[in-house]
């Protein structure tokens, strides 16, 4: 990724910034190269086709982030901690938090989000959500007071299943027999209670309202 002004700054205005960059950087030139036509029609190109448009945030890509699709049948947020860009397709939010993260990825918040955000299809009946940031803005988030002993530990339970959960589907990703894979699917679906149960107290939610969430998530 080459950002708007990274041309001219290491160049030192060159004549000739494209064969600058050639001789200095010709893997990068060579990868670029045959994108050249379609890139110098860009409505939204940096100071040449090869950089990007001006962006305000560049560095939260560079930190750890919570990220989302912008279209999902059910909760995908994840946290990334290797500094990775995204397009328009997905959206970021610029916090590593993972009580934040453990809050979105629940069926309670998936539920909520199900009446409040765009749907290609049925919400109920596995419609896709456009989760926009529009709508993420209006989910409202339980505090968490960490002044308050009930609070923090219900805080710090969170923290630890989220990267439970995260650690295990890291490892799933590794895995290489079905038999592992198995094991630890069933760990990863236990987790997931755990975290749904915690978030339904985090609410204060009654047992007739976590009835009819979990029936809306079969």
Not at 14 to 31: E, Q, T
Not at 65 to 73: F, L, N, R, S
Not at 81 to 100: K, M, N, Q, S
Not at 189 to 205: F, G, M, N, Q, S
């Amino acid at each position: 990724m080459i950002p708007k002004g990274w041309t001219r700054a290491h160049s030192g205005n060159a004549r000739n910034p494209w064969n600058w960059l050639d001789d200095n950087y010709p893997s990068v030139a060579g990868h670029l190269a045959p994108f050249s036509d379609a890139a110098q029609k860009r409505y939204d190109k940096g100071d040449y086709w090869w950089e990007l448009r001006a962006c305000d945030y560049y560095d939260v890509f560079e930190k750890p982030k919570i990220v989302w699709p912008e279209i999902a049948m059910e909760s995908r947020a994840t946290l990334d901690h290797d500094g990775l860009y995204f397009p328009t397709t997905a959206f970021i939010c610029a916090t590593g938090d993972r009580y934040l993260l453990g809050l979105l990825n629940s069926r309670l918040l998936w539920f909520y989000l199900g009446g409040l955000c765009s749907v290609l299809g049925d919400a109920r009946k596995r419609g896709r959500l456009r989760l926009k940031r529009q709508y993420l803005m209006k989910v409202p988030i339980a505090p968490a007071d960490l002044g308050k002993r009930q609070s923090k530990s219900r805080h710090d339970t969170m923290v630890t299943l989220v990267q439970r959960m995260l650690d295990l589907n890291k490892r799933l990703q590794g895995a290489n027999t079905d038999h592992e894979r198995t094991l630890l699917q069933r760990q990863i679906d236990a987790t997931d209670a755990e975290i749904d149960r915690l978030v339904y107290e985090l609410y204060d939610l009654t047992e007739e309202e976590i009835a009819i969430v979990e029936e809306a998530a079969k």
